[in-house]
């Protein structure tokens, strides 16, 4: 080899064998392919990877034992709800007896008095 400088131009020419440049533009195209293929796979690892995370926390917020502790607190509140609605309802039959007692004892002393009136008749004739 000669230690002559390189020119390189536009007006260069470049002989190459065929095989050569065949060879070259295979391995370009593999090479392009390769990056295709590899690109692909990385963003649908990720994409994989990215769905499993929310995935993942989403199931992680609610375990099982947390939705068994959710539907008991639930029937307890429900359980609570009726024992009050059940509580003002005895409340106001309460109420009720009381008035109902009143009535009664109003009554009795009313049927004493027709008694005593009805003997005072009965003994003046």
């Known amino acids: 080899m000669s230690n002559k400088p390189l020119n390189i131009g536009e007006e260069a020419r470049v002989q190459m064998p065929m095989k050569t440049v065949v060879s070259l533009i295979v391995l370009v195209a593999m090479g392009v392919f390769a990056y295709t293929e590899l690109t692909a796979r990385l963003v649908s690892l990720e994409t994989s990877r ?3 995370t ?6 992680s917020e609610q375990v099982p034992t947390d939705k068994e502790q959710h539907f008991l607190i639930e029937d307890l509140y429900k359980t609570i709800k009726k024992m009050e609605e059940n509580k003002e309802m005895n409340m106001t ?3 009720n007896i009381e008035f109902l007692r009143e ?3 109003n009554a009795l002393e009313d ?3 027709l008694k005593e009136k009805v003997r005072e008749i009965g003994k003046a004739y």
């Open 54 to 59: 929310n995935d993942l926390l989403k199931k």
């Open 111 to 113: 049927i004493e008095k």
């Open 50 to 52: 990215e769905l499993f």
């Open 93 to 95: 039959n309460k109420v």
């Open 103 to 105: 009535q009664l004892d």
